[in-house]
């Protein structure tokens, strides 16, 4: 599996980085197998503005073709990165499951 973490309008630390990191295996770990590409891209929307606006979006391109998009928004980033991981984690756990029943 291979993850690509990108930034935009905001500095990503060594810290954060390896949460994302960490996040993104635990979540899809198990899916190794039918994931091609992760790309993580972080982003802070408003800038310094404030508000809910840090972004956190996961694409996840799975054997087949098939592209897989979640998005999540909050003021903190990590909460952002958590939640869309989870989501993520689930939505490809449905996926492969269908896959499974076709092929059995």
Not at 48 to 58: A, E, L, M, V
Not at 67 to 79: G, H, N, P, R
Not at 88 to 103: A, C, L, P, T
Request: charged share 35%.
């Amino acid at each position: 599996m291979e993850l690509d973490i990108r930034s935009q309008n905001l500095h990503l630390d060594e810290a954060t980085e390896s949460h994302v990191q960490r996040r993104m295996n635990f979540a899809l770990e198990q899916f190794n197998s039918w994931i091609t590409r992760v790309q993580v891209h972080l982003e802070d929307v408003n800038g310094p503005r404030r508000g809910i606006d840090k972004q956190c979006r996961i694409l996840v391109n799975l054997k087949g073709g098939k592209t897989i998009k979640v998005e999540d928004l909050d003021v903190d980033l990590i909460a952002a990165v958590n939640r869309a991981a989870d989501r993520m984690g689930q939505v490809v756990s449905r996926e492969v499951d269908r896959r499974r029943k076709k092929k059995g």
